[in-house]
């Protein structure tokens, strides 16, 4: 068939030449043929085509193998060693890219109604590319598929590596819900911008299934899976995680045991990924003879594929001890090194320590929004407690600044995802490893025009956008939450019924509809609780139990209007319809099932309190079992003015962007949005996964914290003559044990476990120390993971 092609296609250039017309003419191509090199392309890469360009326009291209005798459009689907070079030329000085991925595509119009349109690529795998590539630039519409006429271009990936992770495991909050076709389409969808590597999860042996959700075994489904991918030419990674103790000797033969067991059945693996750590455990000493073995087992049954680990976890005795593994042995075994979440040194200093012959993989962390890699900056406290770690989370003006800040230091990436909420994301990192400089507003016109039709393309794009924006601030001062839901309201209407049935817009409906719910609900509690705030400076003059029943009715208004049900009612409904659709599992209850409430469960936030009233309630229970009066109303006086530092005095929010002025920021989030050498505003975790649902009654200031190792703040143009008491709230999830030293040298407090249960705790800070008009304050870790602190004040005394 190869040839057959060759020799069919140097006749037919040869008749017709390679000419351009003028710009902007629109080329029909409804009734085209595909001609395809069947034996040299992926298996799928023709059908492919057809199938996609159906989708949007109900018209099915016919394919053959030959040139059609006929005169009519052709579209002409082959690689370099397919087209005679003499013959087939681009015009002008376009040439078809030598590098792996490749592709040139151009347009031959010598005759308007018989044009025929080019898609070479360097090998198979850019021929599949140039079809992702047209997909993404026809015109399409029901009886319609159009291209202009001037299209002529040549691409090549300025990263060999450009992939995501889309594991079967019920820790994600769709893929669990998958079966092969889904996954299929999902594959070919990221194909349109340029994904050439997919990453598989296999963490249990045969017959393991980790939720209710998956409708099969995860050792079968990645079998099936492997197939599938393997018919698309795509990279296939699979990341699989060493979490038994390998000390052990009969435990780790049962586990190589089973990895080799696992490989035989596969369809194809061209590359293994061990994480060193999140999950696993192995110190590096132990790991990196087993990762010897384990490439001996890959490479019996696949002896080109990679073994590569990453360093993550790892301390800084570990750390070192890799690096000069790498350095003094060289390891042949292994295909390069892996830079991933909770990696303690930055991306520069792993490729400046890792030797030159092992390329770096990114295992960005484009899933979560807060506790991860790279959180959302300066994110208000309210939707880090609803929108959460793992809700919808389109964000491409920082998911293009996180790529290419520190791209150069990598060979590409294979991200780390757990569901379709970060789809965006994924078709952004994708086509920034072909073009980091590509401009992004073309990347999400594309997306919208792809996705959800050409009539909606640049509309939908800047609601994308408008999305991330929702993020931005205070949410009570962003009004641009409401104008946003209007966007996609008007969206919505405009599609009408094609988009009833399109999980992307209904997942970013949902999210433009949730935004302005929650903010809605936070404007008018924010006012209750300023109410109960008014009721509870009543208490000396109508007694402390009726202040404090009075501050409960102001509390508890929701419980009465009922408000906002509509629309609460309606976000369930757009719930159960993601699910329908996609597998969304937005709450652990029946019928979705989400493994926990951080997963994506967003329907599980809708209820939650959005002031203080859990907390104050409890402060009311103990107000009102306190028998001295005076006592009671010292404590009322607390909550009322509790930011209060009085005359002289300074009070940060540590974690809240917009009330933190003394903290030191020693890097900037454009130049560092790890966080890796600066501190972070980091959220705790309200909504327990493990009581399934109980939310913690934690004081708003405490959900949020700076969060770095080590953190100081510091003091500026004290009076020489005033002395200071320092007020400090402890809280964090990582309960770090922490020395507070003032000035460098002075300690006003050895190491401190974190209290329980959370209140603040009090030092006399020496005269001495703010003569100066100065006051630095460092805390540094002694234990757990990183320094984490709620509140500080500083006040006269």
């Known amino acids: 068939m190869r040839n057959s092609l060759i020799f069919a296609l140097a006749g037919f250039v040869a008749i017709t030449g390679c000419s351009t017309v003028a710009q902007g003419a629109t080329l029909d191509l409804s009734r085209a043929v595909i001609v395809g090199a069947g034996d040299v392309l992926p298996a799928k890469t023709v059908i492919m085509l057809q199938e996609e360009i159906e989708k949007r326009s109900g018209i099915r291209l016919r394919s053959t193998a030959s040139i059609p005798t006929t005169s009519q459009p052709l579209i002409l689907i082959g690689t370099r060693t397919t087209f005679p070079e003499d013959r087939a030329m681009p015009p002008g000085t376009l040439k078809v890219p030598l590098t792996d991925d490749g592709y040139a595509i151009w347009v031959d119009t010598k005759r308007l109604d018989a044009p025929t349109i080019y898609l070479v690529g360097s090998d198979g795998r850019g021929a599949?590319?140039?079809?992702?590539?047209?997909?993404?630039?026809?015109?399409?519409?029901?009886?319609?598929?159009?291209?202009?006429?001037?299209?002529?271009?040549?691409?090549?990936?300025?990263?060999?590596?450009?992939?995501?992770?889309?594991?079967?495991?019920?820790?994600?909050?769709?893929?669990?819900?998958?079966?092969?076709?889904?996954?299929?389409?999902?594959?070919?969808?990221?194909?349109l911008f340029g994904t050439n590597s997919v990453e598989l999860i296999l963490e249990g042996g045969r017959g393991y299934r980790d939720g209710p959700v998956l409708q099969e075994d995860?050792?079968?489904?990645?079998?099936?899976?492997?197939?599938?991918?393997?018919?698309?030419?795509?990279?296939?990674?699979?990341?699989?995680?060493?979490?038994?103790?390998?000390?052990?000797?009969?435990?780790?033969?049962?586990?190589?045991?089973?990895?080799?067991?696992?490989?035989?059945?596969?369809?194809?693996?061209?590359?293994?990924?061990?994480?060193?750590?999140?999950?696993?455990?192995?110190?590096?000493?132990?790991?990196?003879?087993?990762?010897?073995?384990?490439?001996?087992?890959?490479h019996k049954i696949f002896p080109e594929a990679g073994l590569w680990v990453s360093h993550q976890k790892f301390n800084p005795q570990q750390l070192d001890y890799f690096f000069d593994y790498l350095d003094k042995n060289e390891p042949e075994w292994l295909a390069g090194v892996v830079f991933g979440p909770g990696t303690g040194i930055s991306l520069e200093e792993t490729r400046r320590r890792t030797p030159a012959r092992y390329p770096i993989r990114r295992y960005p962390d484009i899933t979560h929004n807060i506790r991860c890699q790279y959180p959302i900056p300066e994110l208000d406290g309210i939707l880090a407690q609803t929108l959460g770690r793992e809700g919808i989370n389109p964000r491409p003006v920082a998911m293009s600044h996180i790529h290419n800040l520190q791209a150069k230091y990598s060979d590409g990436f294979v991200s780390y995802s757990d569901g379709a909420h970060d789809d965006l994301n994924k078709m952004v990192w994708s086509e920034l490893g072909w073009e980091g400089d590509v401009d992004l507003d073309e990347i999400l016109l594309d997306y919208g025009r792809v996705f959800f039709g050409e009539d909606l393309g640049a509309d939908s794009a800047r609601g994308l956008k408008m999305l991330e924006q929702n993020l931005k601030g205070p949410v009570r001062d962003n009004e641009g939450i409401d104008a946003t839901l209007r966007h996609w309201r008007k969206l919505e209407r405009q599609g009408g019924a094609k988009l009833n049935n399109n999980w992307r817009f209904q997942m970013y409906l949902f999210r433009a509809t949730f935004d302005a719910y929650i903010r809605a609900r936070h404007l008018v509690e924010h006012g209750y609780e300023q109410q109960a705030m008014q009721a509870l400076t009543q208490a000396g003059e109508v007694g402390v139990a009726q202040a404090v029943e009075n501050a409960r009715a102001a509390l508890a208004q929701p419980d009465r209007t009922r408000a906002f049900l509509d629309q609460r009612v309606l976000l369930e409904e757009m719930g159960v319809k993601l699910l329908r659709l996609i597998g969304f599992q937005m709450s652990i209850d029946e019928p979705f099932l989400a493994r926990n409430p951080e997963r994506g469960a967003l329907l599980d936030k809708l209820d939650r309190p959005l002031n203080d009233r859990l907390w104050l309630e409890g402060e009311f229970r103990r107000i009102l079992s306190t028998e001295n009066p005076v006592t009671q109303l010292a404590m009322i006086e607390r909550i009322v003015h509790w930011e209060d530092p009085g005359p002289g005095g300074f009070y940060d929010d540590l974690g809240n962007a917009t009330k933190q002025p003394h903290l030191v920021q020693t890097s900037t989030w454009r130049d560092d949005p790890g966080f890796v050498r600066g501190p972070q505003e980091a959220h705790f975790r309200s909504l327990d996964n493990y009581s399934r649902g109980r939310i913690s009654p934690l004081k708003w200031s405490w959900l949020d914290y700076a969060q770095g190792t080590p953190l100081t703040m510091r003091y500026k143009d004290l009076p020489a003559d005033a002395k200071y008491r320092l007020r400090v709230t402890y809280h964090g999830r990582f309960a770090p044990v922490m020395t507070l030293t003032a000035n460098n040298d002075h300690q006003i407090h050895g190491a401190l476990p974190m209290p329980v249960p959370v209140w603040p705790v009090e030092f006399d800070i020496p005269q001495a120390l703010t003569r100066g008009g100065t006051l630095e304050l460092r805390w540094d870790l002694v234990d757990r993971r990183g320094c984490q602190v709620a509140e500080v004040w500083l006040m006269r005394r």
């Not at 018919?231 to 296939?236: A, L, Q, S, V």
């Not at 080799?260 to 696993?280: L, S």
């Open 218 to 298: 995860q050792w079968e489904m990645n079998v099936k899976l492997t197939r599938m991918i393997k018919d698309y030419g795509i990279d296939i990674w699979l990341w699989e995680p060493l979490k038994v103790d390998i000390a052990d000797h009969a435990v780790a033969e049962k586990a190589m045991r089973r990895r080799a067991e696992f490989y035989a059945e596969c369809a194809r693996i061209d590359h293994v990924m061990v994480p060193g750590g999140d999950p696993g455990h192995t110190d590096p000493k132990l790991l990196m003879p087993w990762l010897r073995r384990q490439a001996d087992v890959l």
């Open 128 to 191: 599949l590319f140039a079809v992702g590539w047209l997909l993404r630039k026809l015109m399409l519409a029901p009886g319609k598929v159009e291209l202009s006429s001037t299209v002529a271009l040549a691409r090549s990936p300025q990263y060999p590596i450009r992939g995501h992770q889309i594991g079967y495991r019920h820790t994600a909050n769709t893929y669990d819900a998958w079966d092969v076709p889904t996954y299929e389409q999902y594959l070919r969808d990221m194909i």
